[in-house]
Structures are given as structure tokens and as C-alpha cells.
């Protein structure tokens, strides 16, 4: 399994074998949301980088998932409309949210690896 | 900003038990412990839940024109209500618009005990001294005294452990009872839908009590956000959202709580302020009404999501809504036009644009447990 990247979202990417990136949320966000009980994919399709193309319910709020680089969606992880829970269980592996294909994959080399996103959480807690 | 935040005697506590502490009210309270939104919600249907809700404002009215005064705040009974009783009250304004929902109860002949949102405390505080004040005493426990909520099918229970005399109390009685040798007044009422308590205690002896509390193994310390799902279910309001100074008690559906006496045909009619704007509304309707909503899909519809009809015209708003732990849905309340307020209709929240259908539903969502003896 590749690296991970993450993005000031709270967003993780991983680049698989045939070239499509995973993203899913990261701990901290499933853990600043809470209880997920609802979640809405991603439809196929283009987007620009920022785009909201999905949303998560917790018990308490909203919370939108944005594209973290521009490109398309290809595939989406519908095992989490029937147990949503499984971000809360599972970020980084069960709790997928969708496959893309990223327009430009130099985008994806700027983002944060996982040091640089411990110290962006560390120095988000101390703002 | 955390600096000029208030906080209870029980801040270290919370701390301790790792809570996540949010700004409520001017308040740092905890919105969930490590135990998670939807485990805490279930626990307390389940067994007994501790509240704190010390940011809530306790006052304590004295004097033998006490009652009488204070009914001219509310379309509430107070004159007759029996010592050791507690009641459901609102005040409004002129317009008859609701300015804070309150729990009044009788301590005495003499004095009433009273228990207001920590929103509008202050607020509350100074209507009662420049409506009533000439008439009776008003003393703020604003600083002097924390309040905690033990609920659920096991709070009796625990806390017959501490006070044997509390097993025989029926919902909405209220008594001055010892707990660990502290003098507190005990009511058995909440804001959960189950069967509980809520307990004044001297701030310096809340910790103690809390603790005491926790350390009985049915209890679980509950934050802010299982108590607001644990009253969506139960139907209750929650003033700010589902009722404000911009409704009255009649679009609200609290008819219920205007009591009899003070109606039309009642022996002490009126008398309230908006008085002949509420029971005009109550003999001969109203264009809107708060309404139960089950959302037909498992998307959550928050508050502020505009409601639609089956050809898109914008016939109302949701209050408050969310998921509800215990049904195991999306639940919601919001005000409809009369043509979609009864118990069937078909209607449609827009969320993120898209329109999710909706039934009007019966409140609450979710039996009340209450113990009526």
C-alpha cells in the first residue's frame, strides 16, 4: 500500500496499483464529527478541485466532503449507505468514500504527507 | 475566547472525564464524553444518564403575593398550584410571542422555585424585577447554585440509594431532599422524556454529589448533544428553535400547557401579557403550527430547512431535526401552514437542494416514561 497524503480538509489519498486514488476522512475528522449516521456519495462525474461532492451526517451536524484535487469520480464505496458507522470504525480502510482519477497527479505531490499533517493538526490545536 | 466563557462547578469534572467542551449560552459545557453521542442517547433510554445543566438559571420568588404576581407573567396557573408541585410555564410579550419557557414550582406557601434557559437568564431576571419586583422578592442562585439531571428508567434507582423518599415521588413533584447530608430541592421531571430527576445543589457540593452519582454503576455522564436528541425524541421544545419570541404559544401546539383557568371560559381568564392576541388565536386558529416530521429517507433535515408541497410552494420551516438514536431514523419538528398540520400529510424538506419527503407525525416520536405513580 502506497503512502498516504492528506489535505487541510481533513481528507485522505492514497494511490492504488492501477492508478486511481482512494479518499476517504481522516481520524480527527471522524472524531470531531462523531457518531456518523448518514452519509451522501458522490455521483460519477467531474469536478473541480474544492467541489462538495458529498456529505456526512453525524448526530450532531453536517459536514460536507470536498474534491481534493480536481479530476474525476469513478467509484464510490456504497457499503456506507447501509452502515455509515464504518467512518467511525474504520477511516482509513472500511470507511473509503470514493475512487477518482485526479486531472493533473502533480497535485497530489504537494499535498501533506503524514508528518506534515501531524504538525498541521498539532499547530490547528494550539491556534 | 475560552476566557470569557462561564463555567460550572463541575468544569474540572468534565475535563477529567474527558469531555469535549463547547461554547453553550456563554457557557464551556460539554457537548459529548468519550462514550460518543449515540451511546450516551441509548445508555440513558437504557439506564441513567448525569446531566449538567448548571448554566441554566435557578431563582427563587418569596413573598405572599409570590404567586399571583408571577401569574401575571404566564397563561399558567401559579395561584393554585399545590406545594410540591411543578409546572410548565412560558412568559410572553405583548404581542403574545414567547420570551423564555421556565418550570415554576411551589416550595411553600410563600415561595416559588423557578427554572429558565441560560440564554435568556438575564433577560428573564430583569423582566421579573420590573413586572414583579414591586411585589415580591427575587433572588438569583445564578452564582450560587448548580443543577444536575439524573435520567432514565434506572435514575430511580440510584438515586433511592442516597434518599428512599425520592422512590415515591410522581412526575413533576418537587421536595427539599438531603442528598449526602446537602440540603437540595429534588423535582421528578427532565427534559429526556424518561423518568428522572433534576437536583439543585449548592455549587460547593455539586462535585461531590456528581461524583457520588457517577459512581453508581448504572450512570454515564451525558453531554449537550445526547440531551438534545434525547428531547427531540421525547417532542419536547427547545426554546431559540422550535419556539422564540416570533411565535406564540399556539403556533407553538402548547395550548396544553395554557392552563385551563386562564383561558377564555377559565375563573382568572386572561390576564397575561398578549393575552387577547393568544386566546383570539385559540378560538379561532391559527396559519401555522408546529408539526412532528419523519423524513421518509435516511438523510438527517436540520433546522432552517425550508418545507415544500407536493407542487414546490414553500410552506414552512424545520426547528430543529437530526437523527434520533433510539428510532433509528432522521426525526425533525417544524412549523407548517394549518393545511398540512394534521397527523398524515405529505410534505418535503429541501436539503442541499434536493427534496426529501416527509410525513407529519404525532409528538413525540418516542413514548414518555414518566412515573405517574
Known sequence: MSELRFTVDHEWLRVDQDGLITVGVTHFAQDALGDVVFVQLPEAGDYEQGAEVAVLESVKAASSIVMPMA????????????????????????????RMRAADMSAFDSLMDESAYARFLTATADA | M????HKTPLF???????AKMVPFAGFNMPVQYPLGVLKEHLH????????????????????????????????????????????????????????????VARLADDVLFVVVNAACKDQDLAHLQSHIGSRCSIESLFDSRALLALQGPKAVDVLARLAPSVASMTFMQFAEVELLGIPCYVSRSGYTGEDGYEISVPNAQAEALARRLLAESEVEAIGLGARDSLRLEAGLCLYGHDMS?????????????????????????GNFPGA???????????????????????????????????????IGQVCSGGFGPTLGAPLAMGYVTSAFVPVGSAVWAVVRGKRVAMTVAKTPFVEQRYYRG
Open chain 2, 245 to 269: 419570541v416570533d411565535t406564540t404559544p399556539i403556533e407553538a401546539s402548547l395550548l396544553w400547557a395554557i392552563s385551563k383557568n386562564r383561558r377564555a371560559d377559565g375563573a382568572r381568564a
Open chain 2, 12 to 18: 474540572d469534572l468534565h475535563v477529567e472525564l474527558g
Open chain 2, 2 to 5: 475560552t476566557d470569557t466563557l
Open chain 1, 71 to 98: 479530476g474525476e469520480v469513478i467509484a464510490v464505496n456504497a457499503t456506507l449507505e447501509e452502515t455509515p458507522e464504518l467512518v467511525n470504525q474504520a477511516p482509513l480502510t472500511e470507511g473509503w468514500f470514493f
Open chain 2, 44 to 103: 440513558t433510554r437504557a439506564a441513567a444518564g448525569l446531566f449538567d445543566v448548571s448554566h441554566m438559571g435557578q431563582l427563587i420568588l418569596r413573598g405572599a403575593d409570590a404567586a399571583a404576581a408571577l401569574e401575571t407573567l404566564v397563561p399558567v396557573d401559579i395561584i393554585d398550584l399545590p406545594v410540591g408541585l411543578q409546572r410548565y410555564a412560558m412568559f410572553t410579550n405583548e404581542q403574545g410571542g414567547i420570551l423564555d419557557d421556565l418550570m
Open chain 2, 276 to 314: 387577547a392576541t393568544i386566546l383570539a388565536q385559540h378560538a379561532n386558529g391559527v396559519s401555522r403550527k408546529r408539526v412532528g416530521l419523519l423524513p421518509q429517507e435516511r438523510t438527517p433535515v436540520r433546522e432552517g430547512c425550508e418545507i415544500v408541497d407536493a407542487d414546490g410552494n414553500v
